[in-house]
């Protein structure tokens, strides 16, 4: 409402450049309050430190491509969402692939948990306070406490799974990239009838492998830099 009155535009043109600039990384909307900041896009020290994350993570994510023969992503927590920074898709016909930039919840997918997972509680719940935890699948986590009760097991088995939570015949597993100083994470999604649950365990493994690698490239703290 205070840019339509300050920029004299029609409410929805308003609207409309906002989810723009939204998209493009240059603001982000605070979860609580609803307002605008200054996103990504407009912090160039971070916005060359994700390009630099995203390079050294494109051949290792090209390697567990090709041993497993499924799709492997690297996401980023901006703002309320989980955004797809690079996807090496599966070779096969079929497969689950989202798009650079696409934006996906955190309640529903196994890069929002694995990220989630390593934030401050009251950061997490504001996220869903502002995005809601909306049913994508019959098997969507809705309630917020059950939400937070997965996010303990995502810390205790260290790794996240969305199982048919985001797709309704997809499944997912995704690892936080804890020392990259971004809420980072990298996941690996197939349809459910070529990604049996007896190999998410494997799986699990080699993306936390690469998880720790890129980590001691970036040689960060502990825990995602959640300012984002």
């Given at each position: 409402?205070?840019?339509?009155?300050?920029?004299?535009?029609?409410?929805?043109?308003?609207?409309?450049?906002?989810?723009?600039?939204?998209?493009?990384?240059?603001?982000?909307?605070?979860?609580?309050?609803?307002?605008?900041?200054?996103?990504?896009?407009?912090?160039?020290?971070?916005?060359?430190?994700?390009?630099?994350?995203?390079?050294?993570a494109?051949?290792?994510?090209?390697?567990?491509?090709?041993?497993?023969?499924?799709?492997?992503?690297?996401?980023?927590?901006?703002?309320?969402?989980?955004?797809?920074?690079?996807?090496?898709?599966?070779?096969?016909?079929?497969?689950?692939?989202?798009?650079?930039?696409?934006?996906?919840?955190?309640?529903?997918?196994?890069?929002?948990?694995?990220?989630?997972?390593?934030?401050?509680?009251?950061?997490?719940?504001?996220?869903?306070?502002?995005?809601?935890?909306?049913?994508?699948?019959?098997?969507?986590?809705?309630?917020?406490?059950?939400?937070?009760?997965?996010?303990?097991?995502?810390?205790?088995r260290?790794?996240?799974?969305?199982?048919?939570?985001?797709?309704?015949?997809?499944?997912?597993?995704?690892?936080?990239?804890l020392?990259?100083?971004f809420?980072?994470?990298?996941?690996?999604?197939?349809?459910?009838?070529?990604?049996?649950?007896?190999?998410?365990?494997?799986?699990?493994?080699?993306?936390?492998?690469?998880?720790?690698?890129?980590?001691?490239?970036?040689g960060?703290?502990?825990?995602?830099?959640?300012?984002?």
């Amino acid at each position: 409402l205070q840019v339509a009155q300050v920029t004299a535009l029609p409410k929805s043109s308003a609207f409309r450049y906002l989810a723009t600039l939204e998209a493009r990384r240059y603001i982000e909307r605070d979860a609580a309050s609803g307002d605008y900041r200054l996103g990504l896009a407009f912090l160039p020290l971070q916005a060359r430190r994700l390009d630099l994350l995203a390079q050294r993570a494109r051949p290792r994510l090209e390697a567990l491509r090709d041993r497993f023969e499924e799709t492997v992503n690297l996401g980023l927590l901006d703002g309320t969402r989980v955004i797809y920074l690079d996807i090496v898709e599966s070779p096969k016909s079929m497969r689950l692939a989202a798009r650079p930039g696409d934006r996906d919840h955190v309640h529903s997918t196994a890069l929002g948990k694995a990220i989630t997972a390593h934030l401050p509680e009251d950061r997490v719940k504001a996220i869903v306070a502002g995005t809601g935890m909306p049913a994508l699948t019959p098997n969507t986590i809705t309630d917020e406490a059950r939400f937070f009760d997965e996010l303990t097991r995502v810390r205790k088995r260290g790794y996240a799974l969305d199982n048919g939570e985001n797709e309704p015949d997809g499944r997912c597993v995704g690892v936080s990239i804890l020392r990259s100083r971004f809420p980072a994470a990298l996941s690996f999604s197939a349809p459910v009838s070529r990604f049996p649950l007896g190999q998410v365990q494997e799986v699990a493994a080699a993306l936390q492998e690469v998880a720790d690698k890129l980590g001691d490239d970036f040689g960060g703290g502990d825990a995602p830099d959640d300012s984002s």
